[in-house]
C-alpha cells in the first residue's frame, strides 16, 4: 500500500484526496495514521519505498494546484 507522508506532521495519508482535505480544511480524516509520540525524524517506514524528496514534491504540487 503506497502512503503519503506529510515529513513535518509525521500523518500518513491514504490517498492524495486525504492529502488535499487535510491541506484544504488542516483536518485529518479517521483513516490517516497518526504519528506516534517519538521523534518522527527517527522513525523508519519498512514499506515506504518512494524516497522522501517524491512525497515532499507530491505534496508541494498539490499545494500549487489547490491555490
Request: net charge negative; charged share 25%; with cysteine.
Amino acid at each position: 500500500m503506497q502512503y503519503y507522508i506529510d515529513p513535518v506532521s509525521g500523518y500518513a495519508f491514504h490517498s492524495i484526496e486525504d492529502v488535499d482535505h487535510y491541506l484544504e480544511s488542516g483536518e485529518v480524516g479517521r483513516n490517516t495514521l497518526k504519528p506516534k509520540d517519538e521523534d518522527i525524524s527517527d522513525t523508519k517506514l519498512k514499506d515506504d519505498k518512494s524516497p522522501v524528496w517524491v512525497v515532499i514534491i507530491v505534496l508541494l504540487l498539490v499545494c500549487l494546484f489547490i491555490n
